[in-house]
């Protein structure tokens, strides 16, 4: 009979691997992480699922994870990662997406200048000025294969109302063709794919604490997004493959796998947040992850009762500011941030009954509320077994790799 992991275990195993290092100190706890990932892989029901670069940005666990049947490719960046991905003399990724449009001069020459980086990188376009700058920063380049950003967004009231994020122009069947066409037929160029992210269901948590009639309507949109591009995107593959056949179409995040796999257009999915589990994806009513990447920093003040303070602890998330982009205390459970100071730069009171139990050199484990940005903040994570045992593997950051 296997023992049931709990919270308290989990720290007791954290704090053991990591005694020797100071704070703060970043891992990877693999139990966590095989979960989410075996998770991710059922949800996809049979379809591969890109990694998401950004939200790992460490290429030890891209290669973990990759390895692993099911997992095909990487949604990178920025084309300089993509490039460094896919050139990597000793573990290189065959198969690069770079998932927003460039504008990276000097990396758009050193694509055009390496066959094996053309081999294996797409660049992501929405407009034929895209295509002009490619030109113009590496005339006369050789063939460089595309892919169509389509807009996922859902449109309502005429086109009055936008819901989603705010990305390509490309929104009908008419606008993705009449996009192919230029590419076909502009030379230097090749069109192998279509791309279409629904951030405002996969990114999008219907599930928020302590506001169940705002995620009883963002389930309502959800659902009524999920049916219209469901639709249209089937328009669209169906129009632009006719003409130019296409060698994927990928679709969906994290937070949509569920639905995004059930339309016949799409031939595979991304997903990289919901292996690290980070605090934003708690609220999602349809799956839920393990905490699998956390940080930790040490107790340096017990100030009074039901309260201490720990060093640093202030990384905020990217997005539009609010709570939900703080750092979550995890381990031990039972403390929260103060209203009035949150997570700080310096340092970050805690309160909760079981501060009483912390001494000053304790270690406290916070969830980043976002995946991949963990990883700007320190040079190595810590890859934690499920036995305790310990690797330390560098970050991007350690590898001196700043892409954004």
Known sequence: MTATITPAATKIRLDTATAHLDPPVAVIDLPSLETNAADLLRRAQGKPIRLASKSIRCRAVLERVHGQPGF??????????????????????????????????GALRRLAADEVARERVTLMIDSAEQLDFIDAAA????????????DASLRAAGGRVHIGIRRSGVFTADDALALARTVAGRPGFRLTGIMAYEGQVAGLGNRPAGKPLYGLAVTAMQA???????????????AVDA????????????GSLETTTAED???????GSGLYGPGLFDAYRQFSVAPAALFGTDVVRRPRPGFVTVTGGGWIASGPAGADRVPIPTYPQGLSLTGTEGAGEVQTPLHGVVADVLAVGDRVWFRHAKAGELAEHVAAFQLVGADGTVQEVPTYRGENQHFL
């Open 265 to 271: 257009a799409v031939t595979e999915l991304t997903a």
């Open 243 to 254: 003409e130019f056949p296409l060698r994927f179409v990928n679709g969906g995040g994290t």
């Open 139 to 150: 005339p006369g380049h050789p063939e460089i294969s595309v892919c169509i950003d389509l």
């Open 72 to 105: 095909a490719g990487v949604l990178g960046y920025t084309l300089a990662e993509a490039i460094w991905l896919a050139t990597d003399p000793t573990h290189p990724f065959p198969d690069v997406v770079v998932g927003y449009p460039t504008a990276e001069r």
């Open 224 to 238: 009524l997004s999920v049916r219209e591009l469901a639709a249209r995107r089937a328009e669209v593959v169906a």
